[in-house]
């Protein structure tokens, strides 16, 4: 069979040249449905005779850095490890092949693609890539244009953040204790209280905070008081909740850590404070300076009276100003002595020290301060923060499977003893949170252990992100294929176990349901 070239260099109707497609979409306009792309790659295709062989997708996936999208960083590895089997990627437009801030980024992962023997071409672009002059100065127009629109939006969505947070509305994060997140339409009438971890379904609605259980704002309220008018301090204070048999919003113990935060935090007299941090187009967090923040005040209903809330900032401040700076370095060499390592929390539990807070606000930060006391640690300790973060959230999780799979129709117990999941009286489910463990070669590792003691019939492994606080996904890890004590898992890893990782609980509640058989009848 003859073979001609065309013009474009793609083969004519004798020899299907083979292509892979890439599509992302991250939570931009429907033009940019996955759906919408496929589509106008398949055209794109057929018109230039390609036959498509494997498609690469980033489902909600942002396109401002390449952590995190593993189908384009599967596509690379497949083309320059020599195992791709085809010879064109085909892309939607410039903006899908990313949105990076350096556009000379988005090129490197094109050249590379280009070095390994496979071209790239943009399907809804009025240019040819072709490597011309003309293509090569459009393709870099394009890149900035692409970044500059994240840039935009990110501006266009601060002011409108901020907006609402002037106009007395919530912006992300849970209540706390003895306040709930409460549900109201555009025109501000109350729709309804929201659980933890419950999210608005409708775009014109807004979040307000709102006093929570009469109890809860009893228990605030008696922590000022003990703190402004007896005196007591904080670690005094978490005791006697405890004796009580109170707990935080999270279900943990009190400690000195979560009464300070209940003492400084504005929300309890009403006040609406927010960016006090900054993320920004993904790059480096970092704490903003006061004069950055936004705030409006007296916009939630109070539970604590204002002249009681700014006695005790006072107090708290005045604590680390008696204290020269020299003092304070010397509790805090005094505090690593100790306890043989320093972070957030450990400062803030410790009775005889002023709060991470107050040393940030002296020396500008807690890694500054670090420096001054001479600490350099060798060993990333916040494993042992993020440990008691997974503690405090797996009760909220295992809740979460249960009403998931409850909601399907099935019947599920929770094993008190075991913490096994009973479902439907078939089948054993053991929920286990995984920490993510960056490694020296810039990857991250989950590791995953199994209890092969209770033996359950299905592992469902929690993959958190770094900060401990938002999940990954979730790998639903049936015992008949797992044979080890544990596995590890990376960002990207083999067939047989990416067959077991889903983005929700969906799956689970899928196997949870009850299906009524057809043509039995019952008499």
């Known amino acids: 069979m003859s073979r001609s070239k065309l013009k474009d260099g793609s083969q004519s109707n004798d020899a299907r040249s083979r292509?892979?497609?890439?599509?992302?979409?991250?939570?931009?306009?429907?033009?940019?449905?996955?759906?919408?792309?496929?589509d106008v790659i398949a055209a794109f295709a057929e018109?230039?005779?390609y036959e498509i062989v494997r498609t690469y997708a980033d489902e909600g996936k942002s396109g401002l850095r390449l952590e995190g999208r593993e189908a384009l960083q599967s596509l690379l590895r497949d083309v320059e490890s020599g195992t791709a089997d085809f010879s064109v990627v085909l892309v939607y437009d410039v903006s899908r092949w990313g949105r990076f801030q350096d556009p000379d980024e988005s090129a490197s992962y094109e050249v590379r693609c280009k070095h390994a023997g496979v071209r790239v071409l943009y399907c809804a672009e009025q240019f040819e890539n072709d490597g011309s002059p003309v293509s090569s100065l459009i393709k870099s127009l394009k890149r900035s244009m692409a970044g500059e629109y994240s840039r935009e939006l990110g501006v266009k969505v601060h002011a409108g953040q901020s907006r609402l947070i002037r106009c007395g509305y919530r912006q992300g994060g849970p209540a706390g204790y003895g306040l709930r997140r409460v549900l109201v339409d555009q025109a501000g009438a109350?729709?309804?209280?929201?659980?933890?971890?419950?999210?608005?379904?409708?775009?014109?609605?807004?979040?307000?905070?709102?006093?929570g259980p009469p109890e809860e704002v009893t228990a605030v309220q008696g922590i000022y008081r003990q703190f402004v008018e007896e005196g007591r301090t904080e670690s005094?204070?978490?005791?006697?909740l405890n004796e009580d048999g109170l707990r935080t919003d999270r279900g943990s113990p009190w400690t000195r850590g979560t009464v300070h935060q209940i003492l400084i935090n504005e929300k309890y007299v009403g006040d609406n404070v927010w960016n006090r941090t900054s993320f920004k187009l993904k790059q480096e967090r970092v704490r903003n300076p006061p004069a950055s923040w936004v705030r409006a005040e007296r916009v939630f209903a109070p539970i604590v009276d204002r002249l009681m809330f700014e006695a005790a900032r006072?107090?708290?401040?005045?604590?680390?100003?008696?204290?020269?700076?020299d003092q304070m370095l010397d509790a805090l060499r005094k505090l690593l002595l100790r306890n043989g390592y320093l972070s957030g929390i450990v400062i803030d539990e410790a009775p005889a020290c002023p709060s991470s807070?107050?040393?940030a606000s002296r020396f500008g930060s807690l890694l500054r301060t670090y420096d001054l006391i001479g600490y350099a640690p060798d060993r990333d300790y916040r494993y042992v923060e993020i440990n008691r973060r997974l503690r405090e959230l797996h009760p909220e999780v295992v809740g979460q499977a249960m009403q998931a799979m409850s909601e399907a129709g099935a019947r599920v117990e929770r094993d008190e003893g075991t913490g096994l999941l009973w479902v439907n009286e078939e089948f054993r489910v053991s929920l286990a949170?995984?920490?993510?463990?960056?490694?020296?070669?810039?990857?991250n590792r989950w590791i995953i252990r199994f209890d092969?003691?209770?033996?359950?019939?299905i592992t469902v492994a929690v993959r958190m992100e770094f900060d401990a606080l938002s999940i990954r996904d979730f790998f639903l890890l049936p015992a008949i294929d797992v044979r080890s004590d544990f596995v590890r898992l990376g960002d990207h890893n083999d067939y047989g176990f990416e067959a077991y990782r889903f983005e929700d609980l969906s799956m689970l509640a899928h196997l949870a349901r009850r299906v009524p058989l057809k043509g039995v009848s019952y008499e």
């Open 314 to 325: 006072q107090m708290i401040l005045a604590r680390s100003y008696r204290l020269s700076d």
């Open 19 to 38: 292509a892979a497609a890439y599509v992302r979409m991250s939570t931009e306009h429907q033009q940019y449905s996955t759906e919408n792309q496929r």
């Open 190 to 211: 109350v729709k309804g209280e929201l659980r933890r971890r419950q999210h608005k379904s409708i775009q014109t609605d807004r979040v307000i905070l709102a006093p």
């Open 236 to 240: 005094e204070i978490a005791a006697a």
């Open 433 to 443: 949170l995984s920490r993510c463990r960056p490694t020296a070669a810039g990857t």
């Open 47 to 49: 018109s230039r005779n």
């Open 452 to 457: 092969n003691v209770l033996r359950p019939d």
């Open 357 to 359: 807070s107050a040393y």
